[in-house]
């Protein structure tokens, strides 16, 4: 599975963006997919993700981003609106996918950064 992602860029706070994520190879294969953040200095946190038909969501992020997909989850979406500097950070699509022997694999983005100025 690969995963690349778009939308990223430098806004002001109050403002939105979107993300998009397309998944691409064994896609058949994927069934969660959700978004991270690592900002400068700080470990890699969850944001929003699909399993099970359910969407998850981090506290500092809810009411505000919004995860979407198609389908046939080959393509994500992160609605990010009022941002905010602490929401700065590189943001990674990631997939789980179900391997031949029944394991469950993590696949990643190579990652989008987002800047939010004050």
């Known amino acids: 599975v690969q995963l690349v992602e778009s939308g990223g860029g430098l806004v002001q706070a109050g403002d939105a963006l979107r993300l998009s994520c397309a998944a691409s190879g064994s896609t058949l294969s994927i069934n969660t997919m959700g978004w991270y953040r690592q900002a400068p200095g700080k470990q890699r946190e969850l944001v929003a993700a699909?399993?099970?038909?359910?969407?998850h969501y981090a506290d500092s992020v809810k009411g505000r981003f919004f995860l979407s997909m198609d389908n046939a989850m080959t393509t994500m979406w992160l609605q990010m609106n009022s941002l905010k500097p602490e929401d700065t950070a590189v943001y990674y699509c990631?997939?789980?996918?179900?391997?031949?022997?029944?394991?469950?694999?993590?696949?990643w983005g190579q990652g989008t950064q987002v800047t939010v100025s004050s």
């Open positions: 699909a399993a099970g038909g359910t969407l």
């Open positions: 990631s997939a789980g996918a179900l391997s031949i022997t029944g394991e469950t694999v993590t696949y």
